[in-house]
C-alpha cells in the first residue's frame, strides 16, 4: 500500500462547480497534513494545511478524518486560474506526497 | 523573505556523466529537504537534513547519488554517473521543524 494515495484524475470541471479530491494515508502516526498546489512547470507551493477540526479559507475547505486516515479537499464556485496539480501531503518523520490530482477547469 | 535559491535551472548532460546541484535554503530553516519529480509523478524524498545530519535517506540511489549540507546552511546534490532514468527536476525545499516546506524552482535535469 502506498504511503499517500490520491484520486488519480484528471478532473475536469467547468467553472463554477465544485469539485472534491480524496486523500488517503497508511501511517497512523501521522503528524500534520496539508495540501499543496502545483502549476505546470513549476514548483510546489503550499495551498493550506489541515486541521482535526476542518479549515476554510475562501472557496477552498479541507478535512481531516484522523479515524479514516483520509483527507479531502473541497473547492467550490470553480475559476480558471484552479486549473493546476493539487498534491496531498503528510508528515510523520519527513514530508511524503501523494501523486497528485490535476484539475482542469474549463470556460 | 528571501525564498530557496537553486542552481542551476536547466541541466542536459550524457548519461555515465556527473553533475551537481546546489541549494541555498531560507536562512533559519533547520531542515532542507531534496525531491526528485519525474514528470507526471509526486515528488519523491531523496535526502532530509536536519542541520547537517541526515534524518532520512532512505530512498537516496547511493551507488550513484550524494548529497551533503556542510555547516547546516546551503547543500549540495550529486549524481555520478547519471543514468537515462535519473532525467528529472531535482527540488530542494526547507521548513522549520515540523512546519511546511517552502520550495525552490528546482533544476531540470536531462540525460542523453
Known sequence: ?107 | EAGVAQSPRYKIIEKRQSVAFWCNPISGHATLYWYQQILGQGPKLLIQFQNNGVVDDSQLPKDRFSAERLKGVDSTLKIQPAKLEDSAVYLCASSTAGNEAFFGQGTRLTVV
Open chain 1, 1 to 107: 500500500r502506498k504511503e499517500v494515495e490520491q484520486d488519480p484524475g484528471p478532473f475536469n470541471v467547468p467553472e463554477g462547480a465544485t469539485v472534491a479530491f480524496n486523500c488517503t494515508y497508511s501511517n497512523s502516526a501521522s503528524q500534520s497534513f496539508f495540501w499543496y498546489r502545483q502549476d505546470c512547470r513549476k514548483e510546489p507551493k503550499l495551498l493550506m494545511s489541515v486541521y482535526s477540526s476542518g479549515n476554510e479559507d475562501g472557496r477552498f475547505t479541507a478535512q481531516l478524518n484522523r479515524a479514516s486516515q483520509y483527507i479531502s479537499l473541497l473547492i467550490r464556485d470553480s475559476k480558471l486560474s484552479d486549473s493546476a496539480t493539487y498534491l496531498c501531503v503528510v508528515r510523520y518523520s519527513t514530508l511524503t506526497f501523494g501523486k497528485g490530482t490535476m484539475l482542469l477547469v474549463s470556460p
